[in-house]
T-cell receptor, first 114, second 119 residues
Framework: AQSVTQLDSHVSVSEGTPVLLRCNYS??????LFWYVQHPNKGLQLLLK??????LVKGINGFEAEFKKSETSFHLTKPSAHMSDAAEYFC????????????FGTGTRLTIIP | GAVVSQHPSWVICKSGTSVKIECRSL??????MFWYRQFPKQSLMLMATSNEGSKATYEQGVEKDKFLINHASLTLSTLTVTSAHPEDSSFYIC???????????????FGPGTRLTVL
């Protein structure tokens, strides 16, 4: 079985300050991990994905995430928040064996303070 | 990039009626599409995997006779909520993977979602 836990349901940061969205996963096999962003009235957009290559993954819009197997974590970071980053962020896990379905976390709402 | 559309974006219907939601891949062919359901302030839950030309695969606990899925072409999948009731009110989202994708672990492109309200 696989699962993912997003540790914060809501994060607020000031514009220009760093962003940290936390995600822990559980998986019986080597996982693939993703971060998706959902803007209001828009489809989910892939920010980045980890699939057993480099542990530090760089994504779009300046986001990156580090896969830490020892901590079973895949936290999303960005050095400097922008107003356009305000959205809902989902951490997602998938595993090779089984039906490879995506399992979503409960989401973190990111608010940017001007 | 790959674009997935959904129609309608929102729908309100009376209890007991059926509602059809369309999911289209606009610039690629998708042999597999996925249907998710999202409750307010909750995560996305996979309902079913839609395979072109064959029957959909439903997740445990999803009533296949209530949520009818048809994947008649490589660019269109439909979800029909039959005899809808207020508890079926939710946000329904589809996704698709472009050709050559190795499975759900590869990039999925999501539609903008359809908000269904059953009165």
């Amino acid at each position: 079985a696989q699962s993912v836990t997003q540790l914060d349901s809501h994060v607020s940061v000031s514009e220009g300050t760093p962003v940290l969205l936390r995600c822990n996963y559980s998986s019986s096999y080597s996982p693939s991990l993703f971060w998706y962003v959902q803007h209001p009235n828009k489809g989910l957009q892939l920010l980045l994905k980890y699939t057993s290559a480099a542990t530090l993954v760089k994504g779009i819009n300046g986001f990156e995430a580090e896969f830490k197997k020892s901590e079973t974590s895949f936290h999303l970071t960005k050095p400097s928040a922008h107003m356009s980053d305000a959205a809902e962020y989902f951490c997602v896990v998938s595993v090779l064996f089984g039906n490879e379905k995506l399992t979503f976390g409960t989401g973190t709402r990111l608010t940017i303070i001007p | 990039g790959a674009v997935v559309s959904q129609h309608p974006s929102w729908v309100i219907c009376k209890s007991g009626t059926s509602v059809k939601i369309e999911c289209r891949s606009l610039d690629f062919q998708a042999t597999t599409m996925f249907w998710y359901r999202q409750f307010p302030k909750q995560s996305l839950m996979l309902m079913a995997t839609s395979n072109e030309g064959s029957k959909a695969t439903y997740e445990q606990g999803v009533e296949k006779d209530k949520f009818l899925i048809n994947h008649a072409s490589l660019t269109l999948s439909t979800l029909t909520v039959t005899s809808a009731h207020p508890e079926d009110s939710s946000f329904y989202i589809c996704s698709a993977s472009p050709p050559g994708a190795g499975g759900p672990r590869d990039t999925q492109y999501f539609g903008p979602g359809t908000r269904l309200t059953v009165l």
